[in-house]
């Protein structure tokens, strides 16, 4: 097959204008979008390369030898990074996700850790930070990801069957390697480990009860996401989505489950808990998650900011357009003018994409129309 051309460099090059920063000196803590919503979690996408192509992430025929990534001098230094991460702590953000991409990809990613570790809340705490990654170099970096302070992992996998993972990851990638990643995660010390299945129908439903089974009892909690429309590339359909409810009643058929209660607000997962013989939940058994993204809005608390490795902030990740705060930066702006821009975007934000999705007609579903949205690759999920 023929690489398809689709135009990603032009989206990428989109930027929406920066608004004024005057007038939003905030005290730490205070800033709203324009829904009430306060501004929590920071996703950094590092690197914008990939050594898997997941169908619906970077399909081969898109990101192939003649795709273009972006040269070195056009990602964030690792110190950009740490100043636009410091400005949105101080306005209330809790947590950071770094994803790309693959982030175990971008070279000295511990250092970066490292100087972000060294951040603090205007209350002197420190922040919550972790990592999604395929897992495939995990083995290899666990321990010096601990100890340049990073506290807990996501790995994405999509099957314990070799020959459907390697057929999701489409490099021949085997299983058994990312089973070692967060065996070495854990032995590392890395805790509450996070395992997310993407759930394609037709490609790996038949891997839920397996996936299930496996982890039951490990300590590691796994996820199963809908299948999302994010980006242009992956030939989205509404009818490859497996919907969560439907995940929840197989694994009911196969184990005693009892909803829990969601951890934190804003949180996109709703937990369910093994149940133990009296039939309420046994810690030891663990917790599964599901993302409903498509069929279960959850716009109207989501506290979500992403950094694109090139310095485009995102407010929503199906946004087509995000602000360059990378020209900012290297127009020699201070902290306070970088704070302040950022409590003026996240002022403006108005998106809820989700739950328009939502109110659409079919025949107006993402896959029928024309609009141009952000690759998932290039701003980390
Ligand atoms: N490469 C890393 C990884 O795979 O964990 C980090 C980046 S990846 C874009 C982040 C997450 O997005 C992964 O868990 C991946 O499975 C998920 N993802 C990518 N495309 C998706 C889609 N179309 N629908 C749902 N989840 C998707
Ligand atoms: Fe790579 Fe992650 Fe996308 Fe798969 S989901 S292609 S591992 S960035
Ligand atoms: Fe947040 Fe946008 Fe997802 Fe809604 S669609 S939950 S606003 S990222």
């Not at 809340?121 to 321990?143: E, F, H, M, V, Y």
């Not at 039951?216 to 409810?245: C, H, K």
């Not at 009892?258 to 133990?276: D, F, H, K, N, Q």
């Not at 702006?333 to 079919?362: C, H, K, V």
């Amino acid at each position: 097959m023929g690489e398809r051309v689709i135009p990603l460099i032009d989206e990428r090059q989109a930027a929406l204008p920066l608004p004024s920063p005057s007038g939003l000196e905030l005290p730490p803590g205070h800033l709203r979008d324009a829904r009430g919503r306060p501004l929590r979690d920071l996703r950094i996408s590092v690197t914008d390369r990939c050594n898997f192509r997941c169908s619906y992430c970077m399909p081969k025929d898109v990101f192939g030898k003649h795709y273009s990534y972006l040269p070195h001098s056009a990602l964030l230094s690792f110190e950009e990074i740490t100043r636009v991460a410091r400005a949105a702590v101080r306005h209330g953000v809790r947590k950071l996700r770094l994803t790309g991409g693959e982030p175990l990809l971008r070279k000295g990613i511990e250092q970066l850790i490292a100087q972000l570790a060294a951040l603090r809340t205007p209350a002197g705490q420190p922040l919550d930070i972790t990592l999604t990654t395929n897992g495939s170099l995990l083995a290899r970096k666990a321990q010096a990801l601990k100890d340049a302070g990073l506290q807990r992992v996501t790995v994405s996998l999509d099957g314990l069957d070799d020959a459907t993972f390697r057929r999701m990851n489409d490099v021949d990638f085997p299983v058994a390697a990312v089973l070692a990643g967060i065996d070495a995660a854990r032995a590392a010390g890395l805790r509450n480990i996070k395992v997310n299945m993407v759930v394609k129908r037709g490609a790996n439903e038949d891997q839920i009860l397996p996936m299930a089974r496996h982890f039951r009892g490990s300590g590691v909690t796994l996820r199963f996401i809908e299948y999302m429309d994010v980006g242009t590339t992956n030939g989205w359909r509404m009818d490859e989505v497996l919907p969560s409810a439907d995940v929840v009643r197989l694994l009911q058929d196969a184990f005693a489950l009892v909803p829990l209660a969601a951890s934190a607000p804003g949180e996109t997962a709703m937990r369910w808990g093994y149940a133990g013989p009296d039939g309420r939940h046994d810690p030891a058994l663990g917790e599964i998650g599901t993302i409903s993204s498509v069929t279960q809005a959850f716009c109207g608390d989501c506290n979500r900011a992403r950094l694109s490795m090139e310095g485009r902030l995102y407010l929503c990740l199906f946004a087509s357009q995000g602000h360059d705060l990378r020209a900012l930066l290297r127009s020699g702006a201070d902290d306070e003018t970088i704070e302040a821009t950022l409590a003026a975007i996240w002022a403006q934000r108005n998106d809820r994409y989700s739950e328009l999705r939502a109110t659409l007609p079919p025949e107006a579903q993402p896959a029928h129309s024309s609009g141009r949205r952000v690759e998932m690759s290039y701003i980390g999920g």
